[in-house]
């Protein structure tokens, strides 16, 4: 049976994806910062749901070392976005590197963390949720300090791409679409359950050739 391991899990796409995964039998570690909250997922039956905050640096490490099969998939879903956003002239500027520590430190640590479980597996995936805002190609005006941190994930997924072909391990970014969550709003295009359903299919067909890509939530690619 395989394993999935989600951070973010709590709501939107990690909780979805979580939903999704255990219902077609994978063993599913939820993570998420207050599980005593958290009523949703700890509903969810065959997930068994951690306490976890990814930016806890020692944290991660403790709870890479509680966990001892190996993991076939590793999502990296937590994430946040500034708000309201800031720019020229108003920067948050902690704010700001609060964001780097959420949706760019904390998938580096996470793999790096998990390597050896993700070594040990069949599978060997790991893919960061990332976003289109994130592709330096095809980028408009404003949210700098959001796209900044997104796009340095970018980064983060093809050097690690490489870095872990010997391994055997893809990685790659994923964007899970304009999603109606607390994030995306409810004017957003498609539901968590589409996003995630889609993603799922991505990871299904994900070989090597996968490997340091950008692709979104439909499995097209996107440009860097």
Same mark, same amino acid.
């Given at each position: 049976?395989?394993?999935?391991?989600?951070?973010?899990?709590?709501?939107?796409?990690?909780?979805?994806?979580?939903?999704?995964?255990?219902?077609?039998?994978?063993?599913?570690?939820?993570?998420?910062?207050?599980? =005593? @909250?958290a009523s949703e997922l700890k509903a969810i039956g065959g997930v068994s749901v951690h306490a976890l905050d !990814? +930016?806890?640096?020692? *944290?991660?490490?403790?709870?890479?070392?509680?966990?001892?099969?190996?993991?076939?998939?590793?999502?990296?879903?937590?994430?946040?976005?500034?708000?309201?956003?800031?720019?020229?002239?108003?920067?948050?500027?902690?704010?700001?590197?609060?964001?780097?520590?959420?949706?760019?430190?904390?998938?580096?640590?996470?793999?790096?963390?998990?390597?050896?479980?993700?070594?040990?597996?069949?599978?060997?995936?790991?893919?960061?949720?990332?976003?289109?805002?994130?592709?330096?190609? =095809? @980028?408009?005006?404003?949210?700098?300090?959001?796209?900044?941190?997104?796009?340095?994930?970018?980064? !983060? +997924?093809?050097?690690? *791409?490489?870095?872990?072909?010997?391994?055997?391990?893809?990685?790659?970014?994923?964007?899970p679409g304009w999603v109606r969550t607390d994030m995306g709003g409810p004017s957003a295009a498609i539901s968590p359950e589409q996003s995630a359903a889609g993603?799922?299919?991505?990871?299904?067909?994900?070989?090597?050739?996968?490997?340091?890509?950008?692709?979104?939530?439909?499995?097209?690619?996107?440009?860097?």
């Amino acid at each position: 049976m395989p394993t999935i391991l989600i951070t973010g899990a709590s709501r939107g796409i990690g909780l979805e994806s979580a939903r999704q995964y255990a219902a077609d039998g994978w063993t599913v570690l939820a993570c998420c910062r207050t599980p =005593d @909250t958290a009523s949703e997922l700890k509903a969810i039956g065959g997930v068994s749901v951690h306490a976890l905050d !990814v +930016t806890d640096i020692a *944290a991660v490490d403790g709870f890479a070392r509680s966990v001892n099969q190996p993991i076939d998939v590793l999502m990296n879903n937590a994430g946040q976005n500034m708000r309201p956003p800031r720019g020229l002239g108003d920067m948050d500027y902690a704010a700001w590197s609060d964001l780097f520590a959420v949706n760019t430190l904390a998938p580096f640590k996470m793999i790096e963390a998990f390597q050896d479980h993700l070594r040990r597996s069949d599978r060997k995936i790991v893919l960061n949720v990332s976003s289109v805002m994130g592709s330096i190609a =095809d @980028t408009s005006g404003g949210h700098v300090a959001y796209r900044s941190t997104k796009a340095a994930l970018n980064m !983060v +997924t093809k050097v690690l *791409a490489g870095d872990l072909a010997g391994d055997g391990i893809i990685v790659f970014s994923i964007h899970p679409g304009w999603v109606r969550t607390d994030m995306g709003g409810p004017s957003a295009a498609i539901s968590p359950e589409q996003s995630a359903a889609g993603m799922k299919k991505v990871v299904e067909s994900a070989g090597a050739g996968a490997s340091g890509r950008f692709f979104d939530w439909d499995g097209h690619t996107i440009a860097w």
